[in-house]
Protein backbone atom coordinates (compact mmCIF):
# COMPACT_ATOMS: atom_id res chain seq x y z
CA UNK A 1 0.00 0.00 0.00
CA UNK A 2 2.80 2.42 1.13
CA UNK A 3 4.71 1.76 -2.27
CA UNK A 4 1.87 2.54 -4.41
CA UNK A 5 1.41 5.58 -3.17
CA UNK A 6 4.68 6.81 -3.48
CA UNK A 7 4.95 5.51 -6.89
CA UNK A 8 1.31 7.68 -7.39
CA UNK A 9 3.10 10.57 -5.59
CA UNK A 10 5.76 10.54 -7.73
CA UNK A 11 4.02 10.03 -11.12
CA UNK A 12 1.99 13.34 -9.77
CA UNK A 13 5.12 15.13 -9.39
CA UNK A 14 6.35 14.45 -12.33
CA UNK A 15 3.36 15.41 -14.05
CA UNK A 16 3.28 18.65 -12.71
CA UNK A 17 6.78 19.26 -13.36
CA UNK A 18 6.34 18.62 -17.24
CA UNK A 19 3.19 20.46 -17.57
CA UNK A 20 4.91 23.39 -15.79
CA UNK A 21 7.33 24.24 -18.55
CA UNK A 22 5.96 26.76 -20.69
CA UNK A 23 7.52 29.42 -22.90
CA UNK A 24 6.88 33.04 -23.62
CA UNK A 25 6.78 34.34 -26.90
CA UNK A 26 4.54 37.94 -28.27
CA UNK A 27 2.92 38.36 -30.95
CA UNK A 28 2.97 42.00 -32.70
CA UNK A 29 0.01 41.25 -35.17
CA UNK A 30 -2.43 39.01 -35.69
CA UNK A 31 -1.20 35.68 -36.93
CA UNK A 32 -2.63 31.77 -37.51
CA UNK A 33 -0.59 29.15 -36.07
CA UNK A 34 -2.49 25.83 -37.65
CA UNK A 35 -6.11 26.67 -38.10
CA UNK A 36 -6.41 29.14 -35.23
CA UNK A 37 -5.92 32.81 -35.68
CA UNK A 38 -3.82 34.35 -32.49
CA UNK A 39 -4.70 37.94 -31.84
CA UNK A 40 -1.54 40.38 -30.69
CA UNK A 41 -0.60 40.34 -27.09
CA UNK A 42 1.39 37.93 -24.68
CA UNK A 43 1.38 34.03 -24.72
CA UNK A 44 2.90 31.18 -22.83
CA UNK A 45 3.24 27.91 -25.17
CA UNK A 46 3.46 24.47 -23.68
CA UNK A 47 3.01 20.85 -24.75
CA UNK A 48 0.60 18.51 -24.12
CA UNK A 49 1.26 15.70 -26.38
CA UNK A 50 0.67 15.96 -29.87
CA UNK A 51 -0.38 19.20 -29.26
CA UNK A 52 0.91 23.03 -28.44
CA UNK A 53 -1.17 24.82 -26.24
CA UNK A 54 -1.00 28.67 -26.69
CA UNK A 55 -2.40 30.62 -23.31
CA UNK A 56 -2.92 34.53 -23.65
CA UNK A 57 -2.78 37.11 -20.99
CA UNK A 58 -6.70 36.41 -20.19
CA UNK A 59 -6.06 32.57 -19.58
CA UNK A 60 -7.78 31.94 -23.03
CA UNK A 61 -6.16 28.38 -24.17
CA UNK A 62 -5.66 27.53 -27.46
CA UNK A 63 -4.85 23.90 -28.95
CA UNK A 64 -2.60 23.00 -32.34
CA UNK A 65 -1.76 20.05 -33.44
CA UNK A 66 2.16 20.39 -33.69
CA UNK A 67 5.18 18.16 -35.11
CA UNK A 68 8.25 17.89 -32.34
CA UNK A 69 11.65 17.96 -33.85
CA UNK A 70 14.33 17.51 -31.47
CA UNK A 71 18.12 18.20 -32.87
CA UNK A 72 21.36 16.93 -31.16
CA UNK A 73 23.10 20.25 -31.74
CA UNK A 74 23.72 23.45 -29.77
CA UNK A 75 20.66 24.61 -27.26
CA UNK A 76 18.57 27.72 -28.95
CA UNK A 77 19.51 30.48 -26.95
CA UNK A 78 15.90 32.00 -26.53
CA UNK A 79 12.10 30.95 -27.83
CA UNK A 80 12.02 32.14 -31.40
CA UNK A 81 8.95 32.24 -33.84
CA UNK A 82 9.74 31.92 -37.32
CA UNK A 83 5.99 33.35 -39.70
CA UNK A 84 5.31 33.93 -43.09
CA UNK A 85 2.55 35.26 -45.03
CA UNK A 86 -0.10 33.17 -47.00
CA UNK A 87 -2.52 34.60 -48.64
CA UNK A 88 -1.99 38.34 -46.68
CA UNK A 89 -1.65 36.63 -43.51
CA UNK A 90 1.35 35.92 -40.81
CA UNK A 91 1.32 32.30 -40.09
CA UNK A 92 3.39 30.68 -37.62
CA UNK A 93 5.46 27.80 -39.16
CA UNK A 94 8.30 27.18 -36.30
CA UNK A 95 8.78 27.59 -32.69
CA UNK A 96 12.34 27.06 -31.56
CA UNK A 97 12.19 26.82 -27.64
CA UNK A 98 14.94 28.29 -25.75
CA UNK A 99 16.67 26.68 -23.52
CA UNK A 100 16.39 23.48 -25.18
CA UNK A 101 16.78 21.48 -29.20
CA UNK A 102 13.32 21.24 -29.62
CA UNK A 103 11.21 23.02 -32.75
CA UNK A 104 7.59 22.95 -32.84
CA UNK A 105 6.92 22.83 -36.67
CA UNK A 106 2.75 24.06 -37.80
CA UNK A 107 0.86 22.57 -40.71
CA UNK A 108 -1.22 24.61 -42.52
Do not use: W
Request: net charge neutral; glycine share 10%.
Amino acid sequence: MRKSLLIVGLLTFSSLVFAAKSYDLTITTPTKVGSVELTKGAYSVHLEGDKAVFKDAHSKTFSVPVKLENGTGKKFEYTSVEASQKGGEDAIKLIHLGGSTTTLEFGD
